[in-house]
């Protein structure tokens, strides 16, 4: 479990006790943006892969 699951828990929890009075957009804030970055993190690696692989055939290419 991460800063950020700890923080959303806290955060609810405060929430339904009445200790904050925030808007549920900002309690579950960190979580929106720990699966932002995971997509973001997600698609440097995809389309990272994607050129290398594409940089690989071409040398592998010109190898034959």
């Given amino acids: 479990m ?3 699951e700890i923080l ?3 955060f609810v929890v ?3 006790l009445g200790v904050i ?3 549920w957009l900002y309690v579950f804030l ?3 943006i720990a699966f932002v ?3 973001a993190l997600l698609l440097v690696h995809f389309f990272g892969r994607c ?3 594409k940089n690989f055939e071409k ?3 010109d190898l034959l």
């Fill in 2 to 4: 991460g800063i950020c």
């Fill in 8 to 10: 959303t828990i806290i």
């Fill in 14 to 16: 405060a929430k339904l």
């Fill in 21 to 23: 009075d925030w808007e």
């Fill in 30 to 32: 960190p979580e929106i």
């Fill in 37 to 39: 970055l995971y997509i």
């Fill in 51 to 53: 050129r290398i692989n």
């Fill in 59 to 61: 040398k592998w290419k």
